[in-house]
């Protein structure tokens, strides 16, 4: 069966620091993978999605980028972290129709 | 552009009640439409979708979804509702195939609270 992982669960980092946050699938090959970012509140932002590996499209500009260097690992990355990048990212597969998504990681910027 | 609208925040069910979220959708071609529940500071999870075929769909935990496609609605509906449905629900669509992305566009969430 697929399974999706999704690292750190909580991360608390200061204004101005780098962010990497990781996320990897297993039991599957070739999925389409996604970003998505859910402000205080409820909605879902698509950040970034990658149909295959060095293929990244990006939906919003803004502080953020995400790169895909295998084919099941699908990275978020910034340079210098604002505070308005304070959310929950979540991480997500497809390989049909419907989307997996993985736990989460809550960003807090301070 | 593909959309979905979630036009109630909340919904407030007695246990042992019927249920009903509502979700309408706008998009050029045939829908693709899925609901997801996320229960807090958790994941969203996948309950049902409708592709193509019977307009009554069903899905886990005893969830259905009947599709209209001259009312562009995608409703979900719950015949007795559980105090453990009390979670927050989307609805969403998707945009693009799948070697163009296939992204899924959400609405906005209907936060459901069943009472016992």
């Known amino acids: 069966s697929q399974t999706i992982h999704q690292w750190p669960a909580t991360l608390v980092q200061p204004v101005g620091s780098p962010l990497s946050l990781e996320c990897t699938v297993e039991?599957?090959?070739?999925?389409?993978l996604y970003w998505y970012r859910q402000a205080a509140g409820r909605g879902l932002q698509l950040l970034f999605y990658?149909?295959?590996?060095?293929?990244i499209s990006s939906e919003v500009p803004q502080n953020l980028s995400a790169s895909r260097p295998q084919d099941r690992q699908f990275i978020l990355s910034s340079k210098k972290l604002l505070l308005s990048d304070s959310g929950f990212y979540l991480c997500?597969?497809?390989?049909?129709?419907?989307?997996?998504f993985g736990q989460g990681t809550r960003l807090t910027v301070v | 552009a593909q959309s979905v609208a979630q036009p109630e925040d909340q919904v407030n069910v007695a246990e042992g009640n019927p249920l009903t979220v509502k979700c309408t959708y706008s998009?050029?071609?045939?829908?693709?439409l899925f609901w997801y529940v996320q229960y807090p500071n958790r994941g969203l999870q996948f309950l049902l979708k409708?592709?193509?075929?019977?307009?009554l769909v069903k899905g886990s935990y005893g969830f259905e979804a009947e599709f209209n496609k001259s009312q562009t609605s995608f409703h979900l509906k719950k015949p007795s509702a559980l105090v453990s449905d009390s979670a927050l629900y989307f609805c969403?669509?998707?945009?693009?195939?799948?070697?163009?992305?296939?992204?899924?566009?959400f609405g906005q969430g209907t936060e459901l609270s069943v009472k016992p």
């Open positions: 997500a597969w497809t390989r049909t129709f419907e989307a997996f």
């Open positions: 039991g599957t090959s070739n999925p389409n």
């Open positions: 990658s149909v295959g590996i060095g293929q």
């Open positions: 998009v050029s071609g045939n829908p693709y």
């Open positions: 409708y592709i193509t075929g019977d307009n």
């Open positions: 969403a669509v998707r945009d693009g195939g799948y070697n163009q992305g296939g992204k899924l566009i």
